[in-house]
Structures are given as C-alpha cells and as structure tokens.
C-alpha cells in the first residue's frame, strides 16, 4: 500500500482503496438478503404445512361470516371458503364491516370474492377447498 502525502513532510497510510472497500461491502449487505429469503420461504412452507381440517355444523348464514378462523360466503345454495389471513403481512382476519372482511392491522379490506377493495393488500384471500355433507349438515374445510 501506498502512502499520501498530506503536507510537507507528513504522511498517512493508505488503508483501503475504494474498490476493496465495496468489494468488503456486497457480501456483508448480501447477509441480511440471503436471510430474509431463507425466513420468508421458510414462513409461506409453514403456511401450507400448518393447515387443519375445520368442520362447520349448523346453517351458514347468507352474506359474509367469520367461523373458525375461516371466511364463509354464502350466496343462496353456493357456499364458498377463504383464508381469515390478510395477504398483506398475515394478520388473522376477525371483522366484517360494510360487506368486505377489515384487516385490523393495516386496514385492508377484502370483498365477498376475496380480492382486495382497499389496500395496502394487493393479493386476493386464498380460497379454501370445502365438501359439504348435507345428511349430517356439516361442512368440511381443509
């Protein structure tokens, strides 16, 4: 390494040039990236891994119902299931207000279709698949 002169008859040693200095810097900023995508695939597997059968006994009411932590629609003979999870950062879904599901933590709303009405979501709810057995008048979601 080199010296500088910075007045007559001193001097300072050269450090780091700047090209070493970002060489240094990508991988030490490259860390936290590659541990955001370990924690955000790790936390959309758990997701999926983590579902539970939910059974539903007795009449859904028409409209929009919160049962279980499930989002039931009914609109006359069809019924439909969606995820009570804001697809924006995860918040467990608990309030209907207006006709649309109310996110508690960002204000989101979802429609009876689960697409978004009102951000900050931009993805729609995720539709849950559902049998109903009408002998025993229950219906089961996974």
Do not use: Y
Request: proline letters at 5%.
């Amino acid at each position: 390494m080199g010296e500088i002169k910075t007045r007559p008859g001193t001097s300072l040693k050269k450090l780091i040039s700047r090209r070493e200095f970002f060489a240094a810097l990508v991988p030490v900023l490259s860390i936290p990236a590659i541990f955001w995508l370990l924690f955000t695939s790790r936390r959309s597997s758990k997701a999926s891994s983590n579902r539970i059968k939910v059974t539903i006994t007795g009449e859904i009411p028409a409209g929009m119902s919160i049962q279980q932590g499930v989002i039931l629609v009914r609109n006359g003979d069809e019924i439909r299931a969606f995820e009570a999870k804001c697809t924006h950062l995860g918040c467990k879904l608990t309030k209907i207000e207006g006709g649309e599901v109310v996110c508690p933590c960002h204000g989101s709303r979802f429609n009876k279709d689960g697409r978004p009405a009102k951000g900050p979501a931009a993805k729609t709810l995720e539709e849950l698949q559902l049998r109903q057995d009408l002998v025993s008048n229950t219906i089961v979601i996974r």
